[in-house]
């Protein structure tokens, strides 16, 4: 049981792009953020993401899994031993498939192998009671991000855009007093933010991405690219919606006739044109869109962004906050929330039936 009142909680995230694991203590009671914490980063080896990438689309009892579900929890294990001051672990786990709709959402990693490991209670399997009950599994960060805002003191609607393998944003009202406070979030995945680049790079370079942009900095849009790639279906989508990583795979193609340069530009755009095409959805046009996620080092992306956004963007480092590590604190939050009986997900953020505290916890034996 854990104690009332604010705890550190430690929190780990293994994301699409398959870099490696970020992990971030915070100090929380689960509504507030009261203070942030040390975090470290534990990148994967090539072999190790080997191994994670030839599983990507495995569901549970697959060949494939077991390995990859080794490297994820030896991974968690060597990062979150070293954060003995916290009480409870929020563990997310690795993605390998998400079809919420369809077979269900699967995350890598066992999680009562690591409150064995670690001696500490470990929250885990964050998405499928949300996808049980009807919500999309994705993205669970909002409620986090509401906590963001309040914790750096906004009084006005603003955005918080995460830019990794897929994009996803969270429309906050800060007036409001807490997450599941119905209008006081509105969250979806805008579509493909690095995925493609990546792919683009590994593909035509062997290079795991465009380095802040720079070869997509020396090309031309083509716009008409743009507009075909703006007519997938998943555009038309009222939210909640969500993505698999490889939901866009078919992207790439569009651009298979350009040059280099040419080509990297045009999938940036389409990245940024899907955040602005997001922006049909919110309530209230918001004063900020605030960048978080690898994506925000990418000065084309970004550029291309604030060119087509009707707001001021800025990095989530102007709030104070850390941009690589909020997705790990995130998930700190959320344990500390889901311990509590606190909701993680609601209709307003996952389309879930009922607000929900999805997340299992085991504890060490
Ligand atoms: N300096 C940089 N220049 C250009 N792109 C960068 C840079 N640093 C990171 N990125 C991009 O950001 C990606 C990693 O972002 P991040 O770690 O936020 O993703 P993730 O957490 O794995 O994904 P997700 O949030 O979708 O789960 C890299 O794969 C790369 O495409
Ligand atoms: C199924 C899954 O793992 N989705 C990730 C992915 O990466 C970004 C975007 O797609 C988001 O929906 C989600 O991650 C963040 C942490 C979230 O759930 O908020």
């Given at each position: 049981m854990l104690k009332a009142g604010p705890v550190w909680a430690v929190g780990a995230m293994s994301g699409t792009s398959l870099d490696g694991v970020d992990a971030a203590l915070l100090l929380t009671d689960g509504l507030r953020i009261l203070d942030f914490g040390r975090s470290d980063y534990r990148p994967y080896s090539e072999a190790e993401r080997g191994v994670l990438h030839s599983a990507l689309g495995a569901w549970q009892g697959?060949?494939?899994v077991e390995p990859a579900a080794e490297v994820v929890e030896t991974a968690h294990a060597e990062i979150l031993s070293a954060f003995s001051e916290a009480e409870i672990v929020g563990f997310h786990g690795q993605t390998l498939a998400h079809e919420p709709r369809g077979r269900g959402t699967h995350q890598a990693g066992d999680g009562a192998v690591l409150a064995e490991v670690l001696g500490k209670p470990v929250v885990w399997d964050f998405r499928t009671a949300d996808v049980r009950l009807?919500?999309?599994?994705?993205?669970?960060?909002p409620y986090f991000h509401f906590a963001c805002a309040k914790w750096a003191g906004l009084d006005a609607p603003c955005v918080f855009l995460n830019l990794g393998g897929v994009g996803n944003v969270t429309w906050v009202?800060?007036?409001?007093?807490?997450?599941?406070?119905?209008?006081a979030v509105l969250a979806f995945d805008t579509g493909p933010a690095n995925a493609p680049i990546n792919d683009l790079m590994r593909l035509r370079f062997n290079l795991g991405q465009d380095e802040g942009g720079a070869l997509a900095a020396q090309g031309k849009v083509d716009e008409a690219v743009v507009e075909a790639f703006l007519a997938h279906p998943y555009f038309l989508k009222i939210p909640p919606k969500s993505l698999d990583r490889n939901d866009f795979h078919g992207v790439l193609e569009l651009v298979s006739g350009l040059g280099d340069a040419d080509a990297a530009a045009t999938l940036t755009a389409c990245s940024a044109a899907s955040v602005a095409r997001g922006f049909e959805h919110f309530r209230e046009m918001p004063q900020h869109l605030y960048l978080c996620g690898g994506g925000r080092l990418n000065e084309a992306l970004v550029a291309e962004i604030a060119r087509r956004v009707p707001c001021a963007v800025a990095p989530v480092e102007d709030l104070g906050l850390d941009g690589d590590m909020l997705e790990a604190q995130a998930f700190a939050y959320l344990a500390v929330r889901v311990a509590r009986g606190l909701p993680t997900s609601g209709p307003a953020t996952t389309g879930v039936a009922a607000q929900v505290g999805g997340g299992q916890i085991n504890y060490p034996v």
């Open positions: 697959e060949t494939a009807g919500g999309q599994g994705a993205p669970l960060v009202d800060p007036r409001r007093d807490a997450p599941e406070e119905e209008e």
